[in-house]
């Protein structure tokens, strides 16, 4: 029985066990959301989920984040799940096509805060939860993935397992939260046709229906203990191909599936991600400035091109899909971060000239490579003649190619320091990195 | 679009409109849910519910049927929504194979204390209600229901139009509430394998998901707009086989869904209901008592006995599936109601050795019937050699056998009149066969 398998990786899942880089990458994974959530919780949709939970009321147990106020614990895992979203520069993992985060984290935070847990508990909850909603999701991925987003359906299992974790929940109620966690699991895209903010609710309910199933099984209420295997299950009801034995391979063993995240540096649609590296590395290695650039070649894959081929984009939102437009931007700009992409810029003379000069070649050698790598080779030409050129196979923050920490400390600066205060988001960082020594994460907001 | 023909349709739902047939039966429907509400919330299912809901605290909105505490509406649609289901005497519609009053119900309640709406008011969202949800379950039956638990997933859009109409959303805002609910619908067959609880949170979160969906497209979430046909949306991604046109057939021209529901008013398994109803009228017209009755033989289709044909219950739940012990109970106590399955019953001499005489036949022509009507034919001979016999085809409840007000009255001073006490129960029912004539519904509870 895989649930019984899972509630036991669940309940013997602890921190003394945990390699230092295990610890590592979960407090890496932590600080990172926690950035994503602060900048998306001044988005419209985070504003809106702000009001509906508010308009509810509930006991001061656990974080609103973008405001900070209290709320239940159900409801501040749905506002801060619904923020986490929003701004599209939360983890991700390649395999399972899950923003893990998302999903997790919102639960695993506001469980901890209203029992008063650790760091160390804290961090016990996140490896628990995202190794349970990767592996279903690698079980599932890809042909869950065409109607499903994975990110809520798998997530929410995730959130469950983080949320039992916290509440101390036995081996059976692990199982009975788990098979609820399943028989709640939801999310179509559908929504991608409209670009809807039903994309932003999904890991919203991902983390508070995972939670419900958690404090529902302390209460005794069951759930079906064949949710991922059983005849009438969640593999069968929504994934034509899957394989099982991805939930439970290796399971308990380090590496753990937080380790295989990837983190997001540059604000904009992943596939533009390999093509501002090798152009931020080469203009700062050979001092590059945009007036000396006379053309740039971007070598690449075809869904690369098929999606990020736009010299003309006419919104900020539809700037972060241009190839042209970021490696412009990682030239005038030094940097593709979320305060990058403004209306400014957007306009800007410098850069839709260098944008111009940008030619994009499908490269068949380097698109052979996809998606196991996602390769590109920028070649800048100056007006001197002089000729440069690198190549990537991984975007940073792959685990193939780490992102320093110093690199996720001043994302999280960029993304929290505006809506928390440089002062608190500086503090904040502070006690993340050190999560393992925090008595009481209720303490932290 | 369909979700913007619903969306018109719920719009447009107006009290002044209504026949007074649809009335009579939305009146009838919510007096019938309020019964297994009351009575299923002091199971312990529902209690577990209650606690974590109590747990989370909530502004006072809406009432907690099972204690009469109010709390947040959304937690309100949640609980009430669990009690709803748990005795199975909850009203039921055929062709859907919808509980749909234990989904929408919930939602439209809460929503309706929330808004201090008028039982006008409320009666329109529940028409609403059930006709967005029966609809759209007729669209996808029976290819969805493999999987799927109609009474959650479609449960889900009933309860959001509901709670749109009684918000007063706009069109757009009511597709958006459609495009999130159906994102948010679930609900898994795989805990019939465990009898697991999982069945009455099912319609818990149909209510809940149902009411934040409005609750958020009111903020200006938005959703998508071709939930329901959409390419990746609800009845591709649940039903290998559906009908769209039956979403928008006559859509908004009378007879409405709410007219197509069907009662129970025995507490036992519907297969046995239509012997029983059959036995019940002999035993009244011949004035039959347990020592008269020398033999009786039940002639009914297969699926009833395939469920049913158990002359050996040993608990009062496996009772409820007993043909041979309910018609004898239906003999002895005249009645097969809640609180006739007791251990006293199932132990009982009299009935055990009633239960001996009683002989299950397979007929042919009745089960070639079946599922169109759900005949049987029952004969008894008393110890003086008089024999009698009778047949049926619909069961008492069904609309072409429809129940009298006084039963489903009788059924509901059954269920409520113990939590609520008697007179609370006697004057509540006065109230709902007055509903249009309440101000505030608030004021019911």
Redesign the interface.
Not at 55 to 59: A, D, L
Not at 72 to 75: G, K
Not at 182 to 194: C, H, K, N, R, S
């Given at each position: 029985m895989l649930s019984a398998q899972l509630a036991d990786f669940i309940g013997q899942c602890c921190f003394d066990n945990f390699p230092e880089t295990t610890v590592h990458m979960a407090k890496l994974a932590f600080l990172d959301w926690l950035g994503s959530a602060a900048a998306g919780g001044g988005q419209?949709?985070a504003c809106?989920?702000l009001?509906?939970v508010r308009?509810?009321?509930?006991?001061s147990?656990a974080s609103l984040l973008a405001c900070g106020e209290k709320t239940?614990?159900?409801?501040a895992a749905l506002a801060n799940g619904i923020a986490s979203h929003i701004i599209e520069l939360d983890d991700v993992h390649r395999a399972s096509i899950i923003h893990a985060g998302a999903a997790v984290m919102p639960a695993a935070l506001a469980v901890a805060e209203m029992t008063g847990a650790s760091g160390r508990q804290l961090l016990e909850a996140i490896v628990a939860g995202y190794e349970v909603a990767i592996r279903i999701g690698e079980a599932v991925t890809p042909s869950h993935y065409?109607?499903?987003h994975t990110t809520?359906t798998c997530g929410t299992f995730g959130a469950a397992a983080a949320a039992g974790k916290l509440l101390g929940l036995d081996k059976e109620q692990l199982v009975?939260a788990l098979?609820?966690a399943?028989?709640?699991?939801?999310?179509?895209?559908?929504?991608?046709?409209?670009g809807?903010?039903?994309k932003h609710?999904?890991p919203g309910?991902a983390a508070q229906?995972g939670v419900?199933a958690a404090?529902?099984a302390k209460?005794?209420?069951?759930?079906?203990?064949?949710?991922l295997e059983?005849?009438?299950?969640?593999c069968?009801?929504?994934a034509p191909r899957f394989d099982l034995d991805k939930i439970t391979a290796g399971l308990g063993k380090p590496p753990f599936k937080v380790e295989e995240n990837s983190f997001k540096i540059h604000a904009s649609c992943r596939h533009t991600h390999p093509a501002v590296d090798v152009t931020l590395a080469l203009a700062a290695r050979h001092k590059l400035k945009p007036a000396d650039i006379a053309a740039i070649t971007v070598r690449t894959y075809r869904t690369a091109l098929d999606i990020t081929a736009n010299h003309h984009p006419k919104t900020v939102y539809a700037a972060k899909f241009s190839l042209p437009f970021c490696v412009a931007l990682a030239l005038k700009a030094g940097s593709c971060a979320l305060g990058d992409f403004n209306p400014e810029n957007l306009g800007d003379g410098e850069i839709r000239e260098l944008m111009s000069r940008v030619a994009l070649v499908l490269d068949d050698a380097l698109d052979a490579l996809h998606p196991a790598r996602w390769p590109a080779v920028v070649e800048i030409k100056t007006v001197s003649g002089d000729t440069c050129r690198e190549r990537t196979d991984f975007p940073r923050g792959d685990p193939e190619n780490p992102v320093t920490v110093g690199e996720l400390v001043a994302k999280f600066h960029a993304l929290a320091g505006g809506p928390w205060g440089e002062g608190r988001a500086r503090a904040l960082a502070e006690a993340v990195l050190n999560l393992e020594r925090v008595e009481n994460v209720a303490t932290l907001f």
């Open positions: 419209p949709p809106m989920a009001a509906v308009g509810q009321g509930g006991s147990q239940s614990c159900l409801h065409y109607f499903w809520g009975w098979g609820n399943g028989t709640q699991a939801a999310g179509l895209w559908e929504f991608i046709a409209d809807a903010m039903s609710l999904h309910k229906n419900l404090l529902l209460e005794g209420f069951t759930g079906a203990t064949r949710i059983g005849e009438r299950g969640f069968r009801a929504t």
